[in-house]
Nanobody
Framework: QVQLVESGGGLVQPGKSLTLSCAATGFTLDNYVIAWFRQVPGQEREGLSCVSRRTGRSDYPYSENTVKDRFTISGDNAKSTVYLQINNMTAEDTAVYLC?????????????????????????WGQGTQVTVSA
């Protein structure tokens, strides 16, 4: 069973950086896609960044154009954890940040084409971590 736990949220000042963690339990990251989303009340869930790991290959990270200049996703397979670093934060980054996982060894080409945020049915979701950007 896919279980994910997000952490690292909190109150952040504008212009600062924050790193969120998504810890997976019950499975390793091999052959999984881990994606980060955020949710603001009254708005649609927004896809942010994802990373795909295939056994014996390098990670394939991807970020949507709307965030790729400030968001960096990375994974630590030994810790079964995926990180999302957010730089130069603004009030518009205030949201609940969630991670999701799907077992799917996608190719690099598929990841680079943004498949993570094109209707995938993720196997499991975390409960989210609140991020508030305010002075």
């Amino acid at each position: 069973q896919v279980q994910l736990v997000e952490s690292g949220g909190g109150l952040v000042q504008p212009g600062k950086s924050l790193t969120l963690s998504c810890a997976a339990t019950g499975f390793t990251l091999d052959n999984y896609v881990i994606a980060w989303f955020r949710q603001v009340p009254g708005q649609e869930r927004e896809g942010l960044s994802c990373v795909s790991r295939r056994t014996g290959r390098s990670d394939y990270p991807y970020s949507e154009n709307t965030v790729k200049d400030r968001f960096t996703i990375s994974g630590d397979n030994a810790k079964s954890t995926v990180y999302l670093q957010i730089n130069n934060m603004t009030a518009e980054d205030t949201a609940v940040y969630l991670c999701a996982a799907q077992r799917a060894p996608y190719t690099e080409a598929a990841i680079r084409a943004g498949i993570c945020f094109k209707g995938l049915n993720y196997d499991g979701w975390g409960q989210g971590t609140q991020v508030t950007v305010s002075a």
